[in-house]
């Protein structure tokens, strides 16, 4: 028995928009097992991870607020994918983005400095972002470099000089010697929209992005560039589109929404700049774009969903005392299956047994 | 309609026959019931169109395809094949048209990998120096691939073919890359085969060379066997009715043109390769006047991809005044520059080069035609006049699709050749560049592509067209130059361009050469 | 022990990680697949590769563990890549973020375990010569079975049929394919070579380079063998020098940290990484001719039947 690929003639479009539908349904069936081996009811578990949050304002809240930084990174990553530029290093463009806006915020502490703050310290981070998220990109361009390991690479210098920051110069003096900046003034935080909740500025700021991007990619012509430079490199050429122009392009931009994402965490939810601010936003992104099929309107959607299992992770921890690793493992199984189900789109899977009998398995 | 052939061809049991061989894509029949009865001591052509399903049929032969009904009899046997190592262990072997060559190893290596692995690396070197001696191939088993002419690597596939000592041989459109005279040399050697007792399946389109060479043809036509013949027997425009089907429109020859003004000018243009094997462009020079064709012929991988690169501005020159559009220098503007200009350009790849063969129509529409067009304004997209665009191609080049804005990769190759040349000429360019403007593509599309080159020359453009056929070239160009090793020839008028010349410039000998080696010879 | 031999000692088992994962990236690259998800399958080769060792007591069966670990990850890689013809970019990625939740939950209940790490080598006579005898004869047995193996898929690719064959489907599949070799069966093997490699690497850390297992402890030494396979332009004996040079980088860091130079730790912690980057940079600048990498690699193969 073999499993044989039959390509078709056009991408189905049905299945382009049914496909992360069946990843998702494929994915909680694999979940169900996997909570069952590990001694937990399938259909509670479930209950907790993907309902449960759902029915409180609390909860609603803070899925907006997770899914805030995942969908304005993937928006980013989308683009580079899209443009075939493989920029895997966001969540150090994250970290980057929110020590340099922590700059400003740090420096300006405890001074009349007004309202100026803010807007300054999210400029400085989509910057950051992007100059940090261009050392790749130049790397690619002008040596030839593989931008998948050197923008990885990346994140863990981004890491440890957040570490040494926090650990060093920039220590609350009053913070009991735990590795943290002062809580920032006011005037460098990010505003709430409802008094006492939760839910920040950084939500419109996201949905902003998804309707540029969605502009972007579908009516502009620099869309089409990037579309046309992933999916027919030589073609693209031919049409007169730099490739090199469009992998800085992209990458700075998507170095920049993951800089102002970093910031707006920051400056936003958190508060303060410590370690460990991020819960690996910048690699669940990847998930996130690839589950809304590099385009905007479903990346807003799949970032929804995967804040939902960050949320409904953290109290499945609580309640059930289900790992919060589960959640990652979670995470890949659905970047798996939504990369299986993509494949439909191009292709008819076929099982074939024997030499000559063919017989169709799924379509 | 079966002729017998040579007397004692049929008092033998075939070598190889074919049984109701039938071969289905999902939908697609590629092979529908095809009977053919193939003889040891003969020279067997299979003619068809592009797409009739020669090399389905072949692949099947040598075990690469499996049938979905029919069967394969060896020596009469009933045979299935579970791929090309038991075919090759029957006795089948195959030169494929698109080479099954590795070009980062060396010759040794490449011919070792088609053997049967059981003898040493040490001795298939040895004796592939022999065989190589013994038909008159040289080659050196120690130089990779990538470093060697077409021609040489045809001689690869064929040494490494002879060395399983094969009782039927396979060619896939062999002539299709040799200059006319590696042609001849490559017929010596098929002739020998022949006298040796082996059998040969000729798959060509070429029909001279079939009348000339063939003992036997057999026709296909949509999937189907349309006629077994003798080749001999027929002529050209009989054999290309039965592949057709149809007469075939004839292509209105050029009528006397006023040459105007030079349209396109290239001035000592040097140029180092871009890729790892590519070819460098040594000091071209050519004039191109509106009204006139020039066609540019050569075997293929002689710097006729990096001329079309150099000329569209898909790579760039220094000095701008190597390359001349209607009077300015662009050598160092952008393709899109040089289309704003009045150019227009056709490469040779369709799918992947001059379309993106996953993305629409109406978006291929725009691949180009937001240089010049109301496609763009302030940045935005104009849908409504990318959609235009392919209306107006669609009916004027017959491009025959599902439905208005399909994929351009689920076109056939004849209409996606419409459409992307169609695609151009709708521009009105001032000059049009296109490289191999019919290869692979069905006579019927070949003809009106042919047809829409001269009338657009006679409207006044200046056309440049790189082709290896050389047929094509003498029925449309107004001159003819070569391409060989990156140097280009000076161009021939029409009439003085015979088969015999341009095969010899193609060969890398230059004119002088050959006319004193006349000289000497009368 | 002098301190130079201390430092070539360290040197040594920092690089046989390193080694190992790269040695069989090699081979997967060689045959046309590129497999990104290395530091997923080490991680898992890790976390496996202690679990085993500490329910059995046994560093071997710890080792089978992880290399089985490392293979069965591999294999998701391949029936996606060649089954599916999924991009292989994006299933490396996917590999590497599921292994890391895989080696989380299955590491969780061994966090804070201690186990005796692999013995070093003793050979009576040999591993007391002076200077040389602990280096050649005194590590453990992982270090020269890492070497071993190099020399053994250099003899494979480059002196064997099947290593051949295995370079002919890296260099052009359609080719390979239409000679009758099985490309996709072919690659799979490759790949879980590679996987085979992945997971034993990963098992090296927790059972010979440091007696516990911590989530996340390959700290992207799988990254950093990819890059060092494109170092070693995708030869055998390159490789060894790469893998040893960076090595030394990680070790010389710690010992200039331990030395206490006047550098804050963190930016002696990141030279490993920048290192990467610069010699990535360096090297393809240097290679202006072109690419020396399999033709092939990272695309994808649907043969036509």
């Given amino acids: ?243 090199n122009q469009l992998v800085l392009l992209t990458f700075a931009v998507s170095g920049a929404l993951a800089g102002l994402a970093g910031i707006i965490e920051v400056a936003g939810p958190i508060g303060h700049l410590q370690p460990g601010i991020s819960p690996g936003y910048g690699f669940t992104a990847i998930i996130v774009a690839f589950l809304g099929r590099l385009n905007p309107i479903g990346i807003l959607i799949a970032g929804l969903f995967l804040a939902l299992t960050f949320i409904g992770g953290e109290q499945a921890q609580i309640t059930m005392k289900i790992p919060l690793d589960v959640t990652k493992v979670f995470q890949g199984i659905l970047l798996f299956y939504v990369l299986a189900c993509d494949s439909l789109i191009l292709y008819r899977f076929k099982l074939v047994f024997a030499a000559r009998q063919v017989q169709s398995a799924a379509r | 309609m079966l002729d017998p052939g040579p007397a004692d061809l049929h008092a033998q049991q075939p070598l190889l026959q074919t049984v109701g061989l039938t071969k289905r894509y999902g939908d697609f029949l590629a092979n529908d019931e095809i009977d053919i009865e193939i003889f040891p001591r003969e020279i067997h052509a299979l003619l068809g169109e592009n797409g009739a399903g020669k090399s389905t049929l072949v692949k099947t032969i040598y075990g690469l395809v499996q049938p979905s009904a029919g069967e394969l009899r060896w020596q009469g046997a009933p045979v299935r094949l579970s791929g090309p190592a038991e075919a090759r262990s029957l006795g089948i072997g195959m030169v494929f048209q698109h080479f099954s060559l590795f070009d980062n190893l060396t010759v040794a290596e490449n011919v070792a990998l088609g053997l049967d692995g059981k003898e040493p690396f040490k001795a298939v070197s040895a004796r592939l120096a022999d065989v190589a001696r013994d038909y008159g191939l040289p080659l050196d088993p120690k130089r990779e691939v990538w ?132 070819v460098r462009l040594q000091n071209v020079s050519f004039e191109l006047k509106g009204g006139e064709i020039l066609g540019i012929a050569g075997v293929a991988g002689n710097g006729q991809d990096e001329l079309f690169a150099a000329l569209s501005g898909e790579r760039l020159v220094k000095e701008p005044g190597t390359i001349i559009i209607d009077g300015l220098a662009c050598g160092n503007l952008s393709i899109t520059q040089r289309r704003k200009m009045g150019a227009a350009f056709v490469p040779e790849e369709r799918l992947g080069h001059g379309t993106a063969p996953r993305m629409r129509l109406s978006e291929n529409a725009l691949l180009t035609g937001h240089a010049a067009s109301d496609m763009v304004r302030h940045g935005f997209i104009n849908a409504a006049a990318t959609l235009r665009t392919v209306d107006r191609t669609t009916e004027t080049f017959d491009v025959r699709k599902a439905k208005r804005d399909p994929e351009a990769a689920s076109l056939s190759g004849g209409n996606l050749q419409k459409f992307v040349v169609g695609r151009e000429i709708l521009r009105a360019p001032a000059v049009l560049v296109v490289n191999q403007p019919t290869w692979g593509v069905d006579a019927g599309a070949a003809a009106i592509i042919r047809q829409a080159l001269i009338d657009l020359a006679s409207a006044g453009a200046a056309v440049l067209v790189t082709s290896q056929d050389l047929d094509e070239l003498l029925e449309i160009a107004d001159r003819i130059a070569v391409m060989f090793h990156g140097h280009l020839s000076p161009a021939l008028p029409r009439a003085d361009a015979t088969r015999e010349k341009l095969g010899l410039l193609m060969g890398g000998a230059s004119l002088d050469q050959k006319e004193a080696a006349h000289a000497a010879g009368a | 022990m002098l301190l130079v031999e201390a430092i070539i000692l360290s040197v040594l088992a920092a690089s046989t990680p390193l080694l190992l994962a790269a040695t069989g990236e090699l081979v997967t690259e060689r045959a046309g697949v590129l497999n990104l998800g290395v530091e997923g399958m080490m991680i898992v080769g890790a976390a496996c590769g202690f679990a085993g060792a500490w329910v059995s007591g046994s560093i071997i069966v710890g080792a089978l563990c992880g290399i089985v670990a490392g293979m069965l990850t591999s294999l998701i890689f391949a029936f996606m890549t060649l089954g599916l013809a999924v991009n292989q970019v994006a299933t490396g990625l996917a590999l590497t973020i599921l292994g890391i939740g895989l080696s989380g939950l299955i590491g969780a209940r061994f966090v804070g375990e201690r186990i005796t790490t692999a013995p070093k080598l003793s050979i009576p006579g040999l591993t007391d010569i002076p200077l040389v005898g602990r280096i050649l004869f005194g590590e453990d047995a992982f270090v020269y079975l890492s070497l071993a193996l190099i020399i053994g898929v250099w003899w494979f690719l480059y002196r064997t049929r099947a290593g051949l064959v295995l370079r002919a489907c890296g260099d052009n599949h359609v080719s390979a394919h239409a000679l009758g070799y099985p490309v996709l069966r072919i690659r799979m093997l490759a790949v879980l070579f590679g996987g085979a490699c992945a997971g034993l690497a990963g098992a090296y850390l927790p059972l010979a380079y440091t007696p516990f297992f911590i989530p996340g402890m390959t700290a992207g030494r799988g990254w950093i063998a990819l890059a060092l396979v494109v170092f070693a332009s995708w030869r055998p004996g390159r490789l060894v020098i790469g893998a040893y040079l960076f090595g030394a980088v990680t070790i010389l860091q710690l010992h200039a940290q331990g030395a206490g130079v006047g550098i804050p730790s963190q930016f002696m912690s990141a030279l490993p990484y920048l290192a990467t980057v610069i010699v990535l940079v360096l090297l393809s600048r240097a290679r202006t001719g072109g690419s020396t990498a399999p033709a092939a690699l990272g695309t994808v193969f649907v043969p036509d039947r």
Avoid at chain 1, 133 to 142: D, E, G, K
Avoid at chain 2, 171 to 193: G, K, M, N, W
């Fill in chain 2, 147 to 278: 470093q060697l002419s077409v021609g040489e690597r045809q001689r690869i596939e064929i040494v490494r073919a002879l060395m399983q000592n094969p009782k039927f041989l396979i060619l896939d459109e062999p002539t299709a890359v040799l200059t006319p005279q590696e042609a001849d040399q490559l017929f010596v050697v098929l002739e020998r085969l022949k006298a040796e007792g082996r059998a040969i399946l000729y798959i060509s389109h070429k029909l001279d060379e079939v009348k000339r060479l063939c003992d036997t043809a057999t026709i296909l036509r949509g999937g189907r066997k349309v006629a077994t013949c003798n080749p001999k027997s027929e002529t050209a425009a009989s054999l290309a009715r039965m592949m057709v089907g149809a007469e075939i429109k004839e292509v209105k020859p050029p009528t006397e043109r006023r040459t105007t003004v030079p349209r396109l000018v290239v001035n000592d243009l040097t140029l180092a390769p871009a890729e790892l094997h590519g």
């Fill in chain 1, 1 to 243: 028995m073999q499993l044989v690929l039959e390509k078709r003639a056009e991408r189905s479009r049905t299945i382009a928009l049914v496909s992360p539908l069946i990843a998702i349904a494929l994915t909680l069936i694999t979940m169900s097992v996997l909570f069952a081996i590990l001694g937990k009811n399938p259909i509670t578990a479930l209950g907790v991870y993907f309902i449960a949050p759902l029915t409180d304002g609390y909860s609603l809240q803070e899925i907006a607020v997770k899914a805030t930084p995942l969908v304005m990174i993937a928006i980013g990553l989308s683009l580079c994918y899209l443009a075939n530029a493989w920029n895997i290093g966001a969540e150090g463009q994250f970290l980057i983005g929110a020590v340099a806006g922590s700059w400003i915020a740090v420096t300006t502490q405890g001074t009349e400095a007004g309202h100026w703050v803010l807007p300054a310290m999210l400029v400085a981070g989509a910057v950051a972002g992007a100059l940090y998220a261009l050392i790749p990109a130049l790397c690619r361009v002008r040596f030839g470099a593989s931008e998948i390991l050197t923008s990885l690479m990346l994140v863990y210098v981004a890491d440890l000089l957040l570490d040494y920051l926090v650990r060093g110069p920039w220590r609350d003096p009053a913070g009991f010697n735990f590795p943290t900046t002062a809580e920032f003034d006011p005037v460098a935080t990010v505003p709430v929209l409802i008094e006492g909740g939760r839910l920040h500025l950084g939500s419109i700021i996201a949905l902003i992005v998804v309707a540029g991007a969605f502009v972007l990619l579908d009516r502009t012509i620099k869309g089409f560039e990037i579309r046309v430079v992933g999916v027919a490199p030589r073609a693209a050429r031919f049409g007169g589109f730099n490739a």
